[in-house]
């Protein structure tokens, strides 16, 4: 992100300012969805894909856990809304549904 910033947003990039976590939501209009799938990457950036892949190599073993991936967007985002740094996602998320009629 830093060698590339036209690329990759500076605040995705340098981790500290997210609390050195690789986590980030990304809100995308259904139209983009096609040109995003496109982009080559190390890891699905949607989460339920790269987990989905990555327990469906698991066989039998990672059924559980592909059958979980559906869900998992509501099972991370849940207990994260407690937290005050989490609290402005509803709003923002409020203000997506108004603006695009959802």
């Avoid at 300012?17 to 209009?29: D, K, P, Q, T």
């Amino acid at each position: 992100g830093q060698l590339i910033p036209t690329q990759v947003p500076f605040l995705i990039a340098y981790r500290p300012y997210m609390g050195n976590w690789r986590f980030s939501w990304y809100v995308l209009h259904k139209s983009a969805e096609e040109k995003h799938a496109k982009l080559t990457t190390n890891c699905n950036p949607w989460v339920c894909e790269d987990g989905a892949w990555f327990y469906g190599l698991l066989g039998s073993w990672g059924k559980q856990g592909k059958t979980m991936m559906e869900f998992f967007d509501y099972a991370l985002t849940s207990p994260l809304l407690g937290l005050p740094a989490y609290r402005p996602l509803i709003p923002v998320v409020e203000k997506l549904l108004e603006e695009n009629g959802w």
